[in-house]
Each structure stands twice: as C-alpha cells, then as structure tokens.
C-alpha cells in the first residue's frame, strides 16, 4: 500500500514538473519580419473594399480632433495630437484634417493599428 501510494505521489510530480517545464520556439528576425509583412498584407487586402470616412471635430479648449470610422464603424476618436505628449488638440482644422487623411493612408497600406510619428508630423508641416 505505501509503495502504490509512493509510486502515485512520484508519478504526479513528475508530471507537474514535466508540465513546468518551458517551452521554447525558435525565432530570428527574419521569421518576425515575415509573419509581420503576411499580417500587414492581410489587413491591407481587407481595407481595399472598406469604406473609410474621417470627421473634424472640436475637442477641448477649442481645439480639434477627428473620428475615423470603417464601414460605418467607428474605429478611432482622436481629440489629442497623437505622437506628442501631453493632452491638446490641433489649433488649426486643417492639420487635424492632415492628419486624419494620414492615418487613412496607413489604414488602407494595412498598419493596423495605425501609429504616426514626430518626425511623420513634422515633415507634412502638421506641427514645428
């Protein structure tokens, strides 16, 4: 009886620590950079018959921002200018129209979700 109850505990143990045990997959960057490219593909392809409209609206301290909405849906609210700290919207309805129309660009080349940059803002004068 203590030698099956012994055995029991030994073979729980060992399964649990097997269990434990991690798993390891093998990677390089070139496998990350093609399964990225094969998902940026793929949302591309899926926003090729996608209606995508964008509005300039008013945020805080009369400032503006924009909601972009695919195939009716909305999918961002943005009342900050993004890529920038702090909390204050564009001061000018044309740069916050730039940037909408920017982010559509990189909707539809697939980026999802979207991201912009300074340097992106700064080279289409959207701000100094």
Do not use: C, W
């Not at 505990?9 to 399964?35: C, E, M, W, Y």
């Not at 940037?99 to 559509?104: C, G, N, P």
């Amino acid at each position: 009886m203590r030698f099956t109850l012994f055995l029991l505990i030994a073979v729980l143990l060992g399964a649990q620590q097997l269990h434990a045990q991690p798993t390891t997959i093998p990677f390089n960057a070139d496998s990350i950079k093609r399964s990225s490219e094969a998902v940026k593909e793929a949302n591309r392809l899926r926003m090729v018959d996608a209606t995508i409209r964008y509005f300039v609206i008013k945020a805080d301290s009369n400032t503006y921002g924009y909601s972009i909405y695919i195939d009716g849906k909305s999918y961002i609210h943005q009342t900050t200018i993004p890529a920038t700290p702090g909390n204050r919207g564009f001061t000018h309805i044309d740069k916050a129209e730039k940037t909408a129309l920017l982010v559509i660009e990189k909707i539809k080349q697939g980026e999802m979700p979207p991201t912009l940059t300074v340097d992106e803002l700064r080279q289409r004068k959207i701000i100094q």
